[in-house]
């Protein structure tokens, strides 16, 4: 008897049945007698020569990325490097990159053929073991603790669940920097002044606090280069524990800047102003608006723009009203 | 079919060639589209962070507009498809937030009760033209074009509104351009971000983070790159050349709007999908232009609406 063949997806979700890429499926792709085949990123610190070795590990039933480093490792190479503690996705120390995704060891399925490699963004002390001091100062940096506006009302404190719901999203993080790894902003080095997302949620368990002292939480936001954060919520694809980082952790802290740091959301506010003086964007006015003079020095690339006919500065300069002002400037006229 | 459609900012300004290629080609597909006149922008990455009351306002009101036209949603952004589409799912979760917008959107008659379904037009080719359809519709095969799909991130990400466990798995555009003739190749860039929401204060970070893939997609052969999104395109198309010097390679890598692949197809002109308007100079894809393929019908402007009139 065949199967019945499945109704065809969502158009936004093709690709989820073609790639078995929904957990029932992945949990279910081996059976025992089944060999997975392993490669693991191995380095060494003292000599600092990193190659891939092979292994194949017998299949056992919900056998997990963890189960299979640890038959790795006692059967013929106990010196295999990694790190785990609970094996219940609780302490966040055995995260990995599985074929090129953030996973937690203990909480993945293993694949039939897997490449494991550490963590990205952060040193390799060994093998899959990362150093986390750099993760770590920046949290320090941060100061992700409260400071008091009013004096403790004793207990217990008047606060709602409304109150506090963003803070306890963030408190849901085991720091398993899994989002830190995947980040591509992050990636980026040195080149911004981007705290990443798990320095950010760590930081947000605090200054999302309402009993946090406003003048606290504005000097730890002016040290977290938050505007840098591109939305490709890559972080919130990858974190084990279900944050949705983007928009209940980093967004509500951008709110935060908005209020107390106005010169940090200058883009932001330039955007909400055009938008409220034409009802849609004018991206030349919005550029000149943010960048001021600095866009001047883009001459060449201005003559480009208007060459193809992509920008238009007679529009934008007699500020010309869409269609959609009358709408904008009635939702937008407002202070925000 | 009738949608209501919504093209964004973009489409109205920087990448106007978008609109007009999605104006030919949702004509040839026999969509009707009634446009939204005096819907606003939907408050980019920006309005909801900062303003949240307000951003949730801008979007239910362009859902309100559709409902009061009876008709559903068509996008061609995918930052505007992920803000109405949060829009909607905190509208109808939040009996509070609801009476709040529709007691602002009163103020101009309007009113939404939760029912416009939204849809970008990546996902109307799939779920309302449909493969055999498309197939019938196809007059100029793109045989021998090998492109790289650029999803962008907000019509795959995040996984609580599109459930994809890893958003490499989606194949929604793949599998499109095989329909059209093309053979789509793999490279590092197709889930990756364009960065262009820090662009318009620092557009080095965008720079930074999308050369890589457009050096991928040329190390992968691919002729052409296509995205779903004005957005993609911007960075893509518009920073390639300080790309090029970042990264000391060159790239002229010709970046297409969804709907301009699709019209390649259907056989319209390069020039009626307006390819001669991108910083990137497109002359390279000519070969796959309908007039450059004798076996294909062509399909121009005019001979289009003609048809439709005659």
Redesign the interface.
Known sequence: MTATPAPPP???????L??R???AA?NTRLVPGDIVAVKVRRYDGDSGQASYHDFKVPYQPRMRVLDAMNWISENGTPDLAYRWICGSKMCGTCAVRMN??EVLACWEAVEPEMTIEPLRNLPVIRDLVVDRTPYEEKVAALQPWIERAAEYPGFPEPLTHREIKDASKALDCISCMCCYSAC??VG?GG??DFAGPAPLVQLGQTALDPRNAPEKVKRSLALTGI????????C??VCPAGI?I??RV???L??KA?KLLPEM????????AV?AAR?????TA??LR??GWRALLKFPRAI??LW?????PVKTFIKTR???Y???H???GRE? | MKFAYYPGCSAKSTCAELNVATLLVAAKLGLELTQLESATCTGARELRAIDPAAFYKLNVRILALAEREGLPLMTVCNTCTLNVLDAHAAFVSSEELAKAVNGALAEEGLRYSGRTRISHFLWVLHENIGEQRLRELVTNPLRGMTVAAFYGCHITRPPLRYGFVDSRNNIALESLARILGCEPIDYSGRMECCGFHTAAHDENVAIKLTGQHIASAKTGSAQAMVTPCPLCHTVLDGFQSEMEKDISQKLAMPILHLPQLVGLALGFTPEALRLDRHLVPTAALKKYGAEANPLAERETPASHHQAREG
């Open positions: 969502f158009a936004r979700q093709l690709g989820q073609e790639n890429d929904t957990l992945r090129g995704r591509p902003v980026l080149f911004t505007f840098n954060c591109v939305s490709c919520y890559k919130e694809e949705p983007v928009s980093i967004e509500p951008k709110a908005a959301v200058k883009h932001s506010l330039a955007l909400r938008v009802g849609r964007v004018d991206p919005l550029v943010v960048q480009r723009l193809r006919g992509k920008i238009n869409t269609a959609a009358d709408a904008a009635r939702i937008l925000p």
